[in-house]
């Protein structure tokens, strides 16, 4: 922030107050108009909102610039105040978003997105903006940009548990961050501290962070406030005492008007009060005329990253994936001065395999303790920042815990790189509560993730190194065990140094005629022992290594289902697995074949990985068992 710029004089702050008038009035149309929205809460946050753009470094003409000040709208839902500020700094025309606000086609959505000149990050899901804060506001750090990050949330939002995992992350890592709560002391359900007693002021100063209470509608104490904020070496929160539904007299301390717009009748009746023109037959003209087509959503571009990747790292003994991945990333980033790779850890460094970087990239190795939500949304709104960012996890804490933030990243199009370790029954003894067999079924809910199952690994030293040098978000699960490496029929390492990989390409690791099996991650030597095994039985195991699950191999499937007859083998969920992928892609492609799912049918039982295959009846001898059952009806 330029504090030069930043002293706003007595007259530019009467300026604000006409706009803040002004934005009332486009706050009420727009909710009015589409039937829908927020407009109790942007009313009670625009005199704060209003002051801090007109004070932070923005270009309205270059929304991108690397140098600006990052504003982070945790309480998502108050678009209408957050339309109606940019459109004042000039970022687009307050016509467009009153007519068009919540209007299907259009950018201008009932929670903020970033298809919105101005708007950063895609929020709603209360909780996750302070740590998307943390994540723009890191990046930068380690940057050296010159930038101030801001968090504007809501007072009911405070109850959320990832906030005090944000707390505690902006302060250990000293960053350049001030949070606004809009403390209206109403939520959808009533008084606040009705609804759940929350203590503010004491939580952020128990954290770390300093604090200063503000009248969130006088403009000097605003300004003074944010100010004050900057120049401190700590993080800091401004509380604002606001009112809900600030301006217009019957609004004002209504929890009704949270979530509900005016009737017409109201409206004109709140625009008068407000000394503004009643228009609003002229948006309900652009509103009936709006053009779809017209609306400029963010365009997709080649972000990939020239990034030198060194050359493959080959395996000629027995090991495990997670050491692969840590030995890949390690040696990428060890060969390029300054790389943009981040890796997160949340306490389990020895299990992720992640000492080797933290060794070559000390001041890019993250430690974020035991605190996974907070940690995932860091590292995606860091990737935001064109940075590489890993998230190496256990699968049921990096997945399945953290689902709805990795749901929020899809929607962002961010560019994280989540690593599971420990998934499907290959987790040692640590039982079902740590057995991650239903990551395939959740992360396939997503749109914008793409998933990447390594067989050994030296596929997965191939596998690191290409998504390294992808934008976009990836999985890239793997289990606990040393594994065998993958051969080929003459005893050749099948990923060795002539392999290499192609996302979507499935692996065909053995000819035969009888049947086809399908299988990925772990088991997949378990397969070719199967395979092998099958042939002294007159059984002609054709198998092929799934490695993009998500993004089939149509020519593989064809070739398979010549066969007569296919199988299907994993430790996932057999109901969610990719199982069920495949069968449906088939379907869809008109393939017929005799198809036969091998899954995890329950929860296991605690034990080491032999034996929970074997309870699980998925261990080699009961697939040989099971196949030869089938095959020879």
Request: net charge negative.
């Amino acid at each position: 922030m330029n504090i030069e710029k930043a002293q706003l004089s007595i007259k530019q702050l009467k300026e604000i107050q006409t706009k803040s008038n002004e934005a009332r009035g486009s706050i009420v149309k727009m909710t009015s108009l589409a039937k829908s929205g927020h407009p109790g809460g942007s009313m009670s946050t625009i005199d704060f909102m209003l002051t801090l753009y007109n004070m932070i470094n923005i270009d309205p003409h270059d929304p991108k610039m690397e140098t600006r000040d990052r504003v982070i709208i945790s309480h998502g839902h108050t678009s209408p105040a957050a339309y109606s500020t940019l459109a004042s700094c000039g970022f687009f025309n307050i016509e467009d978003a009153i007519s068009q606000f919540r209007l299907a086609g259009s950018i201008f959505e009932g929670h903020v997105e970033p298809d919105v000149p101005g708007i950063e990050w895609a929020s709603g899901n209360l909780g996750q903006g302070l740590s998307a804060g943390c994540g723009f506001a890191l990046a930068n750090k380690l940057k050296n940009i010159d930038s101030h990050t801001f968090v504007l949330m809501g007072d009911g939002e405070q109850q959320k548990g990832q906030l005090a995992e944000a707390r505690r992350f902006a302060v250990k890592f000293n960053l350049n961050i001030t949070a606004f709560v809009d403390y209206n002391q109403l939520q959808i359900c009533g008084d606040v501290n009705e609804v759940m007693p929350q203590y503010i002021l004491e939580n952020y100063i128990s954290d770390g962070w300093d604090a200063i209470e503000i009248d969130g509608h006088d403009l000097i104490e605003i300004r003074d406030a944010i100010l004050d904020a900057v120049q401190n070496e700590k993080p800091t929160v401004i509380i604002g005492h606001t009112v809900m539904g600030k301006g217009v007299s019957f609004m004002e301390n209504k929890e009704k008007y949270h979530g509900s717009p005016l009737s017409e009748e109201q409206l004109a009746k709140a625009l008068e009060e407000l000394g503004l023109e009643n228009d609003i037959e002229e948006y309900k003209d652009l509103r009936n005329n709006f053009d779809a087509s017209s609306s400029k959503h963010d365009e997709e571009t080649n972000l990939d990253f020239d990034i030198d990747l060194g050359k493959p790292i080959i395996y000629k003994d027995k090991t495990d994936n997670r050491s692969a991945w840590g030995n890949a990333i390690a040696d990428i980033a060890s060969k390029i001065e300054d790389a943009p790779i981040v890796v997160l850890d949340c306490d389990l460094q020895g299990s992720v395999k992640t000492k080797e970087f933290e060794a070559v990239l000390p001041q890019n190795f993250i430690q974020s303790g035991i605190m996974e939500h907070n940690t995932a949304v860091v590292g995606a709104a860091m990737s935001k920042e064109r940075l590489q960012v890993f998230f190496p996890d256990f699968g049921v804490f990096g997945v399945d815990e953290t689902f709805n933030q990795h749901r929020l990243s899809d929607i962002n199009k961010t560019n994280l790189k989540i690593i599971t370790t420990h998934v499907g029954l290959d987790v040692g003894e640590d039982g079902k509560t740590h057995q991650c067999i239903d990551y395939f079924g959740l992360m396939k809910n997503l749109y914008n993730f793409k998933t990447i199952i390594p067989a050994d690994p030296n596929q997965t030293d191939r596998v690191i190194r290409y998504v390294t040098g992808k934008y976009g978000n990836f999985l890239i699960p793997m289990g606990r065990s040393k594994l065998k490496l993958v051969k080929n029929e003459n005893d050749e390492l099948f990923f060795g140094n002539d392999y290499k990989f192609e996302y979507g390409k499935a692996d065909k690791l053995r000819d035969g005629s009888t049947a086809a099996l399908f299988v990925m991650g772990t088991l997949t030597g378990r397969a070719l022992t199967v395979a092998q095994r099958l042939e002294s039985k007159g059984i002609s195991l054709q198998v092929w290594n799934i490695s993009c699950p998500y993004d089939l191999d149509e020519n593989a499937l064809k070739e398979a289902a010549e066969t007569g007859t296919v199988f299907t083998y994993e430790d996932h969920n057999v109901n969610t697995g990719i199982g069920n992928s495949i069968a449906d892609k088939m379907m869809q492609m008109g393939l017929h074949c005799k198809f036969v799912k091998f899954g995890v049918e329950d929860y296991a039982l605690s034990g080491n990985s032999d034996d929970v295959f074997k309870h699980c009846k998925l261990d080699v001898d009961s697939i040989i068992k099971r196949i030869d059952l089938i095959c020879n009806k």
